[in-house]
Structures are given as structure tokens and as C-alpha cells.
């Protein structure tokens, strides 16, 4: 067994769970507690934790804004390889936890802590995939996962401790929450209560970063993202940083009821759950990335890069970002991105988004080629052959079948 830490950097949000967490840290092991507040995008005031924190009794108080590399070190890296957990999920909360996990542990490192705690429960894949980004980061460090050491297992006794501790509870966390939240630039995910029936549609209040579809506007909205080398540089000729640029992706896919997801999902401690995922801007930033790879990607290129993504996906989705294998495939997803630069023409409307439009100075494009008037490039007679080549496995496999 573990020796009792003396010093322990805990991932805190400032909400309930984190709060009491912080409390319960130092009463069970009588250490002291550096929080770790990540501004990722959420979209809440984070002096309020800060607050919080130093009013539980914190040693330290960090609090960061990691929007910036978030988006260009994480989310961007991701949206190269067009990654969509089980065909559909843009990996929101997943892409999150190892930049958090990272920086934790350079917190450990830097005040002399000798254990990290997060606030994921023993039910979910959060837990993975924080402990496996400490471990990548420190292979020796101390982890702390409360939920799967405490008693506190019901909203109930969580109240009963933090009234008895004297920790502020917000109202609307008196009763049991209709449903648990994680959002930061990327997205927002909502589960558990009013959702855990995969049967019944999601209210309309679930939804917090999109209009419906339906409300939005009757008129479309029509946009240009620029690339450079397989990211996002500029909308509509504006030069921004990859966190203004998807946060003004979220706002016109928002505004266009662009990005919602019902999704029943496969999670890697075996269960299935059922979420509703926001991803507006992530959602237009996936469309527009692939119809730039229309035009610049090899189509040998793009069909190995569709093969690799949904394992790339898994690795993301299961924690395992710092892993050598999710290296090895980022290392040629970045190899097939030299050349994908250029410029896609969107049409946002009523909760759709559509390509309406690329072009690129690498092009692989040719008219020539492809027109269905006279040209003098392709000769047609060429496809005979190439026909012939390729039926005569068919040929020789339907004799077979047709007893020789």
C-alpha cells in the first residue's frame, strides 16, 4: 500500500464533487492540497472556483488559460486525422483529459507534490484516461481516485458531507441534477437522469450551444475556411488562432443548429451510455477539413487515412493519447497533410453543413481529365485493357464456380 501523500495537485472545477474532494484529500490523509483549475473553453467565470478553493483551505491555487494549446495541440492534431469515435463522436471530453493530466503532473513536479487526484467516477472512462496520461507523464506517481476509496457513493451522503463540512452547495445541486455536464471549446456532453432512457428524446433544455434546427434561420449561411498544411488558419479571409477561429466556428454553427449527436456509446470499461453531444464548430471544422483533403489528398493516401482513423479514434477515445502507437499514426496523418492547403466554401442551414465549394494551389483536381467534352489528354480505348485486367479474376473465379 501507498504511503499517505503529503502534497496532492487535484483536478478542480469548483463544483460539488471537486469541492468536497478537496475536503475529503486533506481530512483522510491530513495533506496539503494544491487545485488545478484548466480554462479549456467551458464557458464559466473560473474566479469563482478560485475563490471556493481558497475559502476549502487550498495550499495553492492554480488556475490556467490553456485554450490556445488545447485547440492547436490537441483538437487540431485530431481533426488532421478526421477522428470520429465509432463513426459518429468528435471526442469532445475525450481530447481534453491528457493536456489536464499533462499539466497536472508538471504541477506535481514544479510545487514538490507527490500525488495527483482527479474527481471521475469508478464508472466511467474518465478515470482511464486521466490515470493513464499521470502514468505516460510520471510512471512514478502517487493517484488518487476518491470515488473508488470513498463511501460517498449517492448524492445524498455527498450533500450530507458537504453540509456537515460546512461547503457551499449551489440550489440547483440540492436535489439530484437532471443530467451531468462536460463542456469546454470543443463541446458540451450531457448524460445520466432525464437521459439514461435511450428510448426517450432529449428534452430541448438539454441542449445548451445550439438553437434547434428547426429555429434557425431560413436563410442559409454561407462561409470560407482557409487551411494551411491540414489546419485551420482564417474564416472568410480573417487570419485567427486556432481558439478564436473554433470559437467562431461555434458560434455560426451554434446560430445554424449545426452539431447535435444523440449517441448510445460503447465505453472502454464496457458499458454502453447514452450522451448528448454538442460539437458545433467542430462539426463545420470536420466538414471543411475533408473537403479540403478532396482535392489534395492521393486517393491511395485518403483511403489509408480513412483506414487508420477509426483505430486512431479508439486510442483517443481510451486514453491512450501519449501512447506510441497514437505517435506512429499522428506521424503519417501529419505526413499526409503537406499539401492540404487551400480553401472551402461552406453552406450552413438549419442544422446542416454542406461543401459548396474548394479550391487549392495543390489540386489534384484536373478538368481536363475528368470533362465530358473533347479533350486530348485521356484516351478512352486506354479503359479497355484496364477493364479486361481487372475481370479476369472474376472470369477464372466465375469457371470455378461453374465447375471448371
Not at 129 to 140: I, N, T, V
Not at 258 to 263: E, M, P, Q, V
Not at 282 to 311: S, Y
Not at 349 to 371: A, D, F, M, N, W
Request: glycine share 8%; hydrophobic share 40%; net charge negative.
Amino acid at each position: 500500500m501507498s504511503a499517505a501523500p503529503k502534497k496532492v495537485v487535484l483536478a478542480y472545477s469548483g463544483g460539488l464533487d471537486t469541492s468536497i474532494i478537496l475536503k475529503w484529500l486533506k481530512s483522510e490523509y491530513g495533506c496539503e492540497v494544491v487545485t488545478f483549475t484548466a480554462d479549456l473553453g467551458q464557458g464559466e467565470e473560473l474566479e469563482p472556483a478560485r475563490r471556493k478553493a481558497e475559502m476549502m483551505g487550498a495550499a495553492e491555487i492554480v488556475v490556467e488559460d490553456l485554450r490556445e494549446p488545447f485547440v492547436a495541440d490537441y483538437v487540431f492534431p485530431m481533426m488532421r486525422a478526421n477522428a470520429l469515435y465509432e463513426g459518429l463522436y468528435l471526442l469532445g471530453t475525450s481530447i481534453a483529459r491528457p493536456l489536464i493530466a499533462k499539466r497536472q503532473i508538471e504541477i506535481a513536479h514544479a510545487t514538490g507534490a507527490d500525488a495527483v487526484a482527479h474527481g471521475a467516477t469508478g464508472k466511467g472512462n474518465d478515470q482511464v484516461r486521466f490515470e493513464l496520461g499521470y502514468y505516460a507523464c510520471d510512471p512514478s506517481i502517487q493517484v488518487i481516485a476518491p470515488w473508488r476509496e470513498w463511501d460517498l457513493n449517492s448524492r445524498e451522503k455527498l450533500l450530507a458531507f458537504a453540509e456537515a463540512n460546512q461547503i457551499p452547495i449551489a440550489k440547483d445541486k440540492r436535489g439530484e441534477a437532471p443530467f451531468s455536464v462536460d463542456a469546454n471549446l470543443l463541446h458540451t456532453s450531457a448524460e445520466g437522469k432525464v437521459l439514461e432512457d435511450p428510448a426517450e428524446e432529449a428534452p430541448e433544455y438539454v441542449y445548451s450551444r445550439s438553437v434547434a434546427p428547426e429555429a434557425a434561420p431560413d436563410q442559409p449561411t454561407y462561409i470560407e475556411v482557409a487551411f494551411e498544411r491540414g489546419d485551420a488558419v482564417a474564416i472568410d479571409g480573417e487570419a485567427l488562432s486556432p481558439a478564436a477561429l473554433l470559437t467562431r466556428l461555434n458560434e455560426l454553427g451554434g446560430a445554424n443548429g449545426i452539431g447535435r449527436l444523440d449517441l448510445v456509446e460503447n465505453r472502454f470499461v464496457g458499458m454502453k451510455s447514452r450522451g448528448i453531444y454538442e460539437t458545433p464548430g467542430g462539426t463545420v471544422l470536420l466538414a471543411a477539413h475533408r473537403g479540403m483533403e478532396q482535392i489534395t489528398l492521393d486517393r491511395g493516401a485518403a483511403h489509408l487515412k480513412d483506414e487508420l482513423m477509426p483505430r486512431y479514434a479508439e486510442l483517443i477515445y481510451n486514453g491512450l493519447w501519449f501512447s506510441p502507437e497514437r505517435e506512429m499514426l499522428q506521424a503519417a496523418i501529419d505526413h499526409s497533410q503537406r499539401f492540404v492547403t487551400g480553401t472551402v466554401r461552406l453552406k450552413l442551414y438549419k442544422g446542416s453543413v454542406s461543401i459548396v465549394g474548394r479550391r487549392s494551389p495543390h489540386s489534384l483536381y484536373s478538368q481536363e481529365h475528368v470533362t465530358f467534352e473533347e479533350d486530348s489528354v485521356y484516351d478512352q480505348r486506354d479503359a479497355q485493357g484496364f477493364i479486361k485486367l481487372n475481370a479476369l479474376r472474376l472470369k477464372l473465379w466465375n469457371r470455378q464456380q461453374q465447375g471448371g
